[in-house]
């Protein structure tokens, strides 16, 4: 299971630190993880990722503003928001999967096989 922890409200310029837990996965640490969020209304769209070998990719909108990481010993995903904005706001997933994505597709939805319930941020203004 993946337990998404650290959502919240947060003024637009704040930040949070979302964390996600895979309790009861051995070897975490050959996973492939990734970040996605969903709005009301949209669809479920990528956040940031990170493979086995610590590569990572993020999207445009969260570039520079966002980091992902890991703790392999922990079993846990981590994923620091910073100056966070109004258009943030979401529900935020963590997935995971043991195929390690070809590099245009690690933020596709249909990569990751399981899912977490989801944390909820946001954003005001």
């Known amino acids: 299971d993946l337990v998404e922890s650290g959502g919240g409200e947060v003024l637009a310029g704040g930040s949070l630190r979302l964390s996600c837990l895979g309790s009861?996965?051995?070897?975490?640490?050959?996973?492939?993880m990734a970040w996605f969020r969903q709005a009301p209304g949209k669809a479920r769209e990528g956040v940031a990722s990170i493979d086995r070998y610590e590569f990572t990719a993020y999207a445009d909108s969260v570039r520079g503003r966002f980091t992902i990481s890991r703790d392999n010993a922990k079993n846990t995903l981590y994923l620091q928001m910073n100056t966070l904005k109004p258009e943030d706001t979401a529900m935020y997933y963590c997935?995971?999967?043991?195929?390690?994505?070809?590099?245009?597709?690690?933020?596709?939805?249909?990569?990751?096989?399981?899912w977490g319930q989801g944390t909820q941020v946001t954003v005001s203004s």
């Open positions: 997935a995971s999967d043991r195929v390690v994505p070809a590099q245009s597709e690690r933020l596709n939805v249909d990569q990751y096989s399981t």
């Open positions: 009861g996965i051995r070897f975490f640490g050959v996973y492939s």
